[in-house]
């Protein structure tokens, strides 16, 4: 069964340090897409990335990057940087072949002036 | 505009009463979702639909129905709320990439 694991509930930084948010997903398929969604306080859903599973090549995106590991089931997102903006609850996601998009369960990212 | 728009955006209910959400999309895209988000839990599926003759239960379509009125629109129903249903209720659509892309989602109280 697929499932994805964000381990940590919530993260307080202070503002422009460096932050990794977690995430370990399962599942059988060989082909399949992992995501990260962005919350921030005002509820809606942003996507941020998209990663398919034959592509390990790491992403950076101005000051987020994203490493995807197979051998470790991983996709983590770093900010770098951080600031008092990027204070959200970050979702990773898996869809395999069910079409489904499983989500983890969120970690809340708190940056402090 | 937003290419994923919901209505009602926030909406007050009683116990009992019936009530629907909608959502439309202007991205062209054949697959909507409904998920409901509750404080801890994440997004849960509800339904789904790859296209407009194709509906599917999700992991807790208990208490809910849907309909799929055009490629474009996409309702959810609590024909009998119950306050449990209180939550944050979002519609999605994707393309055949997968990404899921949301809207701003309905805020919903059930007293």
């Known amino acids: 069964a697929q499932k994805v694991t964000q381990a940590q509930t919530e993260i307080s930084v202070v503002e422009k340090e460096d932050v990794t948010l977690d995430c370990v997903y399962e599942?059988?398929?060989?082909?399949?897409?992992l995501f990260w969604y962005k919350q921030p306080p005002s509820g809606e859903l942003v996507f941020l990335i998209r990663?398919?599973?034959?592509?390990?090549q790491n992403e950076i995106s101005g000051r987020y990057s994203w490493n995807f590991q197979k051998s470790t089931s991983s996709f983590n997102f770093t900010i770098t940087a951080s600031q008092v903006v990027d204070s959200a609850v970050y979702f990773c996601?898996?869809?395999?072949?069910?079409?489904?998009?499983?989500f983890g369960s969120g970690t809340r990212l708190l940056v402090r002036p | 505009d937003a290419d994923v728009t919901q209505t009602p955006r926030n909406r007050i209910t009683k116990t009992g009463k019936r009530i629907m959400l909608e959502c439309s999309q202007t991205?062209?895209?054949?697959?909507m979702y409904w998920y409901r988000q509750d404080p801890g839990l994440g997004l849960r599926l509800i339904y789904y639909?790859?296209?407009?003759?194709?509906?599917n239960k999700g992991e807790i379509s208990d208490g809910y129905s849907v309909s799929r009125q055009a490629q474009a629109k996409f309702s959810l129903s609590l024909e009998s709320a119950i306050p449990n249903q209180t939550a944050l209720y979002f519609c999605?659509?994707?393309?055949?990439?997968?990404?899921?892309?949301f809207g701003p989602g309905t805020r919903l109280l059930v007293l």
């Open positions: 999605a659509t994707s393309d055949s990439q997968e990404t899921q892309y």
């Open positions: 990663r398919n599973s034959f592509d390990e």
């Open positions: 991205k062209g895209h054949d697959r």
């Open positions: 996601a898996l869809v395999d072949s069910s079409y489904k998009l499983i």
């Open positions: 639909s790859f296209d407009v003759k194709d509906i």
């Open positions: 599942t059988r398929d060989t082909t399949y897409y």
